[in-house]
């Protein structure tokens, strides 16, 4: 079965600093790896997502995230962080056969001035 | 595209009550969820539709809780009655592909 571990449900970085979410999963085949950000009182959105391939994926405002495979980690980077990149992050993971996504259990980033 | 419509953004209601969420998915998206999210508990699904099928509604809380998607642009979610307890925020995605959902506003629920 799979699962999804997100290592801390805070992270706080000041103002250009990097920020580094960390995401390890577990999956018994090759899985697909997604980002998705909620910003407050809205839905989630799609960051970014790892099917096959590149193993280093960009997405938008600046993010990427890196697919290890040997360490089952995906974890989300970014070299400065925004005052806009407050929000609660999702790290999720699905079957290739199925639809469903198992999620995280989130992570919010406090941007400090 | 509008995106995933979902009504009302707001429902408070009392215990004991009817509550429906309505959700209208993307156009051509065949793939339909409904979520719930707490501080308890984070992101739950409860489910799952494909083709207006329910594929897996394992997540459905008990019996008060019932899902229907009579065509590919339109599902509710049912509670009845409610309880105070199910009070959150409902969330409503749909998809194309194995690739990506895409999540409506939701609906925060509360009931008193």
């Known amino acids: 079965a799979q699962s999804v571990t997100q290592l801390g449900s805070h992270v706080s970085v000041s103002e250009g600093a990097l920020v580094l979410l960390r995401c390890n999963y577990s999956s018994s085949v090759p899985p697909y790896l997604f980002w998705y950000v909620q910003y407050p009182n809205q839905g989630l959105q799609l960051l970014l997502k790892?099917?096959?391939?590149a193993t280093l994926v960009k997405g938008i405002n600046g993010f990427e995230a890196e697919f290890k495979k040997s360490e089952t980690s995906f974890h989300l980077t970014k070299p400065s962080a925004h005052m806009s990149d407050a929000a609660e992050y999702f790290c999720?993971?699905?079957?290739?056969?199925?639809?469903?996504?198992?999620w995280g259990a989130g992570t919010k980033l406090i941007i400090k001035p | 595209d509008a995106g995933v419509i979902q009504s009302p953004r707001h429902e408070v209601t009392e215990m004991g009550q009817e509550v429906t969420l309505r959700c209208k998915p993307i156009s051509g998206h065949n793939s339909l969820f409904w979520y719930r999210q707490t501080m308890m508990r984070g992101l739950e699904l409860l489910i799952y539709f494909n083709n207006n099928v329910p594929i897996d509604d394992s997540g459905m809380p008990e019996d008060r809780f019932s899902a229907k998607m009579p065509n590919a642009s339109f599902s509710t979610l049912k509670i009845q009655p409610s309880e105070p307890r199910d009070s959150a925020v409902y969330f409503c995605?749909?998809?194309?592909?194995?690739?990506?959902?895409?999540f409506g506003p939701g609906t925060r629920l509360t009931v008193t």
């Open positions: 995605a749909s998809s194309l592909t194995i690739y990506e959902q895409y």
């Open positions: 790892y099917t096959t391939g």
């Open positions: 999720a993971v699905s079957v290739r056969s199925n639809y469903q996504l198992i």
